[in-house]
């Protein structure tokens, strides 16, 4: 029987300036067993605009590979405008994954929205090493959630 228990909490924030956090740990009873995150980054507000604007969106609508999708610049401005429309350009534009942890990250780090107006999430899964760890610019978690992630992942202690 699999046993897995949640967490959703900030570890910290690495020498990247990227945002790790501690998603849930598991373990099937039979040897498998590790902890799972997520990784996220503060997009600017400049980023922001740049990566929302009307060019950029219609050129990666343009430049996505599938003529059937998007055929022309007139249709990619139609596409674009839709999304602007409906409050998705943000969903188009990064990994919104995760949304729950945001907030969170945000007041860890007191990350302002008027200053970064959105956490992308760039990657997760099992994230978490001994190098993981040891590249925590700043740990803002328990020191007893470090050490489920050690114990959980088989990371010997090198005290």
Request: net charge negative.
């Amino acid at each position: 029987m699999r046993d897995e228990k949640k967490y959703n909490i900030v570890v910290g924030r690495d020498k990247n300036g990227e945002y790790i956090v501690l998603d849930y740990t598991f373990d099937d009873g039979k040897g498998f067993k590790g902890a799972v995150g997520s990784i996220f980054r503060a997009v600017d507000k400049a980023e922001y605009r740049e990566v929302r604007s009307r060019k950029a969106v219609v050129e990666t609508l343009l430049s996505c590979g599938d003529e059937d999708f998007c055929q022309s610049e007139r249709q990619a401005i139609k596409m674009y405008q839709g999304m602007k429309n409906t409050g998705e350009l943000d969903d188009f534009c990064f990994d919104r994954s995760y949304s729950n942890m945001h907030e969170p990250i945000r007041e860890a780090f007191k990350l302002t929205e008027e200053k970064y107006p959105i956490l992308d999430c760039i990657g997760g899964g099992r994230i978490f090493s001994r190098e993981t760890l040891q590249d925590m610019e700043q740990v803002v978690c328990p020191p007893e959630i470090i050490a489920a992630i050690m114990e959980v992942e088989g990371i010997p202690n090198e005290e």
